[in-house]
């Protein structure tokens, strides 16, 4: 499967952005999927993740109850609300994919494909 990703951008401190992305192939709705952030000079990171039909989702702390992730397995899309945006989010985030499995879902070996990544800066 191919990945997108695409919505980042500049926004001011408290701002919304929602990212999407979207999937080629025809199993998009059998794999989990999750996205990742990585600021300069850090490692990646989980953000959010959901499970292949959406009945599951994971948050990282840093970002529970500002960021949401959704799925529309019917458009091969995944989003991500994110809101009330802090300057420490600015990272450029990625979307990735991998076969169902159960927890984990911060472990970056997991996931068998990745987008190429969208740059979000929020400015103070």
């Known amino acids: 499967v191919q990945l997108q990703a695409s919505g980042g951008g500049l926004v001011q401190a408290g701002g919304s952005l929602r990212l999407s992305c979207a999937a080629s192939g025809r199993t998009f709705d059998s794999y989990d999927m999750g996205w990742f952030r990585q600021a300069p000079g850090t490692e990646r990171e989980i953000v959010a993740a959901i499970s292949w039909i959406g009945g599951s989702t994971y948050y990282a702390d840093s970002v529970k109850g500002r960021f949401t992730i959704s799925r529309d397995n019917a458009k091969n899309t995944v989003y991500l609300q994110m809101n009330s945006l802090k300057p420490e989010d600015t990272a450029v985030y990625y979307c990735?994919?991998?076969?169902?499995?159960?927890?984990?879902?911060?472990?970056?070996?997991?996931?068998?494909?990745w987008g190429q990544g969208t740059q979000v800066t929020v400015s103070s």
């Open positions: 990735a994919a991998r076969f169902p499995r159960s927890g984990t879902w911060w472990k970056l070996s997991e996931y068998d494909y």
